[in-house]
C-alpha cells in the first residue's frame, strides 16, 4: 500500500550531505530511499509518514526501527529535511526547534 504525499521534497543541501555520512550506512540508505519515494510523489506504508503533534506543516517519517526524519512543508508544497535522530531523541529535539 502507497500514501500520497503532501508534499514534495528539495533535494538534501550540502550541509545535511555532510550530516548524513556521520550516520549508520543503513539509516543513509533509508534517507536516499525515503527522498527518491518522495521525489515519486509516494511514500510505502510502513514509513509511518504522520503529522507531529504541534506542529501544523512538519511530518515524521520512520527510517528504520531507531531513526525517524523530519520533512517541513511550505505554502507551495515542497519540503525540506529538517531533523534525523534516534527515535528516542527525536521528538524532543523536533520540539525545541519550535
Known sequence: MLLHLPVKLDPLNIRQKR????????????????????????????RQLQLVDGFSDVYAVRLNESYRMAIQSDNKGTGRVILIDVHEKFYDRLNRMK
Do not use: H, M, S, T
Open 19 to 46: 550530516k548524513l555520512q556521520k550516520l549508520p550506512p543503513q539509516v543513509i540508505r533509508n534517507v536516499e530511499d525515503v527522498v527518491k519515494e518522495f521525489y515519486g510523489g509516494e511514500l510505502p506504508a510502513g
